[in-house]
């Protein structure tokens, strides 16, 4: 139904920055509200942000608020999450993942996205 790749990640110093990108498959993209979830070593996963599905509403963990930009491009079947004045504590695998009903306030819990890419590594240097 929903096949999702993410790209993007990479090695940055402490303050740089990145862009990763989620690629989704199929024309019912849209349907879907649209989060990014991270796991770091040794770590449980954790939310990161949510956007629904025409980009109206947005959710952030307190950790990136203002630091990190949710997006998406339904035209192109794409969500992006901008990274600016990276940490080395946002060092993890990032996963993008695909949720069918259309709420993005609030707490966002794992089980509540059905479909979930296999992850991009992003390692932040100190």
């Known amino acids: 139904q929903v096949q999702l790749v993410e790209s993007g990640g990479g090695l940055v110093q402490a303050g740089g920055s990145l862009r990763l990108s989620c690629a989704a498959s199929g024309r019912t993209f849209s349907s879907y509200a649209m989060g990014w979830f991270r796991q770091a070593p040794g770590k449980e996963r954790e939310f990161v942000a949510a956007?629904?599905?025409?980009?109206?509403?947005?959710n952030y963990a307190d950790s990136v608020k203002v630091r990190f930009t949710i997006s998406r491009d339904n035209a192109k079947n794409t969500v992006y999450l901008q990274m600016n004045s990276l940490k080395p504590e946002d060092t993890a695998v990032y996963y993008c993942a695909a949720k069918p009903i259309d709420i993005v306030l609030g707490y966002q819990r794992a089980d509540e996205y059905s479909y979930w890419g296999q992850g991009t590594q992003v390692t932040v240097s100190s």
């Open positions: 956007i629904s599905r025409t980009g109206g509403n947005t």
